[in-house]
């Protein structure tokens, strides 16, 4: 390896704004501090970066395919650097509790689904002020998560992560099966709905930028967009 190589590389990654691994993380995870915090050692502040960005972290943290590695400049001088090991690290060494979300704004959101897209978008709107109440079709949440249950992700650690949900800021209504005319009625309660089950009965016409279900207050993601199993 070509020591002066490697090292004009990385004074390019670190003048790139934003850098490559930040661009292309899907939650904009600040990946330079990230990894600066664990230098000095700091895991708990780490974990506060990750945390900041990244939901339910100690599952995020645990799957995450590290789609920052893909784009690292390091990749062409001798490989990209291993943020989901770091990742996985900072959990086991820096994990705190979640602070509180801020005040609420007065403003009531649903979420049909409580997979992972669901709580995702729960979680991010309970923290940002939003009155929120899920509608679930089956007696827990979480979803697909619990298919990673095993050596990659402990029982115990799902469950955790998830009691989050439980708080009393945010409505969980389990065995709640949302067709069209049920979905009809949460439009008409809500200031905004948020789509998050893996189906739907048709096709949604769905603005990629916004999420925006043509001009309606209903917004859509996860496979009900993206067509596919991820």
């Known amino acids: 390896m070509d020591l002066n190589k490697l090292l004009n590389r990385r004074e390019s990654c670190i003048g790139d704004k934003p850098s490559a691994c930040i661009a292309g993380c899907p939650l904009h995870m600040d990946v330079k501090a990230f990894i600066e915090e664990i230098q000095k050692g ?9 945390s900041k960005k990244v939901p339910f972290a100690r599952i995020v943290g645990s799957i995450c395919d590290e789609p920052c590695k893909g784009v690292c400049p390091r990749n062409k001088l001798g490989g990209g650097i291993n943020i989901h090991e770091l990742e996985r690290t900072a959990v086991e060494l820096g994990f705190s509790s979640p602070q509180r979300s801020i005040p609420k704004n007065g403003k009531k959101v649903a979420v049909i689904g409580a997979g992972i897209s669901g709580i995702v ?11 929120v109440t899920v509608y679930e079709k089956n007696d827990k949440i979480g979803g697909r998560l619990w298919n990673f249950q095993g050596e990659q992700l402990s029982k115990k650690t799902i469950e955790e992560e998830l009691a989050i949900m439980n708080k009393d800021d945010i409505t969980i209504k389990f065995n709640e099966f949302v067709d069209e005319k049920k979905l009809e009625d949460i439009l008409n309660t809500y200031d905004a709905v948020y789509m998050g089950t893996g189906t739907w ?30």
């Open 42 to 50: 700091d895991f708990k502040k780490a974990y506060k970066i990750m």
């Open 121 to 131: 978008a729960a979680f991010d709107l309970d923290r940002k002020g939003y009155q």
């Open 201 to 230: 009965e048709k096709d949604l016409k769905v603005n990629p930028q916004t999420f925006q279900v043509e001009d309606s207050s209903l917004f859509a993601g996860g496979r009900v967009v993206n067509k596919n199993d991820s």
